[in-house]
Structure formats: C-alpha cells, structure tokens
T-cell receptor, first 109, second 114 residues
Framework: GQSLEQPSEVTAVEGAIVQINCTYQ??????LSWYQQHDGGAPTFLSY????GLEETGRFSSFLSRSDSYGYLLLQELQMKDSASYFC??????????FGSGTRLLVRP | IAGITQAPTSQILAAGRRMTLRCTQD?????MYWYRQDLGLGLRLIHY???????GKGEVPDGYSVSRANTDDFPLTLASAVPSQTSVYFC?????????????FGPGTRLTVL
C-alpha cells in the first residue's frame, strides 16, 4: 500500500520556527510536494523537492532525503497568518499525487 | 480571470439523485483532477485526466464518472448519490510536463447527501 505519515497537530509561538515532518512509503516516487490550506479554502502549492536537499522559498524551506523516505517543511519567523493545515504529497507518477492527512498548525501570539 | 472555477459552491442532494459537479480552467493545463476531502483527512484522488479525451481512475473512483471532451472542462458525475459521498470536492489542474507538477485547485464544492 501507499502511505504518508505526518503529525496531526503542531502549536508554535509567533516569531518562532517550526518543522513539520513527513515520512512516506509509495510504489513510485518522483518528488515530494507541500501544500497549505486555510480553513474553508483550497490547497495552495508551497514547494517541491525532486532531489535530495534543501529548497528555500522566503520564510519556507523544504527538505528531502530519498534514502530515508523522509522530508520536512520548515517555517521560520512564524506569523499568525501561517495558522493553517499543511499537507505533504508524494508525486508517485509524473502527474499524480497522493496526500498525507495533514498537519494543523496553530500559531499563538 | 485566470484560474479554475467550480460550480455549484454547495449543494444538498437527496440520496439516489444524479448530480454533476462542474469544473473549468483557463490556464490551458493538460492535466486535470478530482479530489474529495473528508474531515480530518487529506485529499483523495477520484479520477484524473492527463489530456483531453483520456481519463483514469484514482484511489476512490467507485460511484463517480468523469469525461474530458476538451482541455478546459472536467465534469464529475455522481450517477446515484449515497450519504457516504458527502464531502468537499476539489477540482485541480496542472501542467504535468512542468516537472514539479504544481497543482492549482478550485475553490471546492461542498456536497451533502441526505
């Protein structure tokens, strides 16, 4: 079967750094993506790792280790607006994704 | 307006009724997808289409059908709705040749089957 594991909930303080981990087991692997979803909204793309290492986009970074079937999303200088659900997703074919169950991030003042 | 639209925004449906959810994109993306999202769960792929004229089954295709007559439209049909199909449905599209396959999501349709 195919599975992705990520924590269900994380709480952090405004201005802090938080890391959301994702481990996966899939039949195919082209890369690991991260999506953000605010309550009542649609998922929006944050980042993609096709190769091992760190990708940085502003306050957000994403890391991948294919040998460990592991990745993480790092959010720095947390802001209240970062409170949302974050989903890791494996590109298991060139155009299909399988999503994790999501991590709900609550940022407190 | 560039993007992806879905209709209706929400719908309450009696069990056994037929329902078509509409999805249109104007980004000329080759690939389109339908997902359902249930409370506390991630998105699960129902059906997909890699190009106009072709469709494929995702993780949870039973009870749903799709068609892709042209690049822009990708309707999802529930032939005979059942309460377990109560969910939020998201349509998405992507340029699947772009490597990272960033998917763009519509605003969703909240469907309740009674």
């Amino acid at each position: 079967g195919q599975s992705l594991e990520q924590p269900s909930e994380v709480t952090a303080v405004e201005g802090a750094i938080v890391q959301i981990n994702c481990t996966y087991q899939t039949s195919g692997f082209y890369g690991l993506s991260w999506y953000q979803q605010h309550d009542g909204g649609a998922p929006t793309f944050l980042s993609y790792n096709g190769l091992d290492g760190l990708e940085e986009t502003g306050r957000f970074s994403s890391f991948l280790s294919r040998s460990d079937s592991y990745g993480y999303l790092l959010l720095q200088e947390l802001q209240m607006k970062d409170s949302a659900s974050y989903f890791c997703a494996v590109n298991w074919s060139s155009y299909k994704l399988i999503f994790g169950s999501g991590t709900r991030l609550l940022v407190r003042p | 307006i560039a993007g992806i639209t879905q209709a209706p925004t929400s719908q309450i449906l009696a069990a056994g009724r037929r329902m078509t959810l509409r999805c249109t994109q104007d980004m000329r993306h080759n690939a389109m997808y339908w997902y359902r999202q249930d409370l506390g769960l991630g998105l699960r792929l129902i059906h997909y289409s890699n190009t106009a004229g072709t469709t494929g089954k995702g993780e949870v295709p039973d009870g749903y059908s799709v068609s892709r007559a042209n690049t822009d439209d990708f309707p999802l049909t529930l032939a005979s709705a059942v309460p377990s199909q109560t969910s939020v449905y998201f349509c998405a599209s992507s340029d699947s040749l772009a490597g990272h396959n960033e998917q763009f999501f519509g605003p969703g349709t909240r469907l309740t089957v009674l």
